[in-house]
């Protein structure tokens, strides 16, 4: 069975940082492309970043290309999501997503706030 | 980057109807489309990959079809808990885009 379990969210002040991480089992993780997508509280999906299985290709959403560094440990089945400079609007709970050709599973979110 | 146009945004159904969700994209995904089904409080779970496989473990009323640009996901008779909220997702490109989300909602 897919687990992926992410941690890391936190009440966090503006201009802060943040990393968060997703510790995948039941699966190839190291033949696996990965993402982090978000979603606001109370309204929609945003995909965050992409990491292909060998974490060479990597992209970001225009929204947090500069400010966030996705990577991977396939050693330790593990995905990370550096935030840096973080907005009010960063704040959203942020999931792990593996991608398996079209096949998506998620972990249950863990919920960055970004408040003074 | 690809928008993805779902409709509607909410719908009144009762238990035992046959509803239709729409999802538009604005270039051709081919068949990259997911379809997620999302209860409150909770992850979005996959029901529907490549625009019509369904996946394992997904009640057999569930079905999705199209490619290019136009997608549907079919329940074909409501249960009381599926009325929750559904999203499509394209998977061709990133940025991967999601439609709005549609709220089914108890008549």
């Known amino acids: 069975e897919v687990q992926l379990v992410e941690s890391g969210g936190a009440l966090v002040q503006p201009g802060g940082s943040l990393r968060l991480s997703c510790a995948a089992s039941?699966?190839?993780?190291?033949?696996?492309?990965m993402n982090w997508v978000r979603q606001t509280p109370g309204k929609g999906l945003e995909w965050v970043s992409y990491?292909?299985?060998?974490?060479?290709?990597?992209h970001y959403a225009d929204s947090v290309k500069g400010r966030f560094i996705i990577s991977r440990d396939n050693a330790k089945n593990s995905l990370y999501l550096q935030m840096n400079s973080l907005r009010d609007e960063d704040t959203a709970i942020y999931y792990c997503?593996?991608?398996?050709?079209?096949?998506?599973?998620w972990g249950q979110g863990t919920l960055v706030t970004v408040s003074s | 980057d690809i928008q993805m146009t779902q409709s509607p945004s909410s719908l009144s159904a009762s238990v035992g109807d046959r509803v239709t969700i729409t999802c538009r994209a604005s270039?051709?995904?081919?068949?990259?489309l997911n379809w997620y089904q999302q209860k409150p409080g909770k992850a979005p779970k996959l029901l529907i990959y490549?625009?019509?496989t369904l996946q394992s473990g997904v009640p057999s009323g569930f079905s999705g079809s199209g490619s290019g640009t136009d997608f549907t996901l079919t329940i074909s008779s409501l249960q009381p808990e599926d009325f929750v909220t559904y999203y499509c997702?394209?998977?061709?490109?990133?940025?991967?885009?999601f439609g709005q989300g549609t709220k089914l909602e108890i008549k």
């Open positions: 997702q394209q998977s061709y490109t990133t940025p991967y885009t």
């Open positions: 997503a593996s991608a398996r050709g079209s096949n998506w599973d």
């Open positions: 990491i292909g299985s060998g974490g060479r290709t990597i």
């Open positions: 490549a625009a019509s």
């Open positions: 270039q051709s995904i081919s068949s990259y």
């Open positions: 039941g699966f190839s993780f190291s033949t696996s492309s």
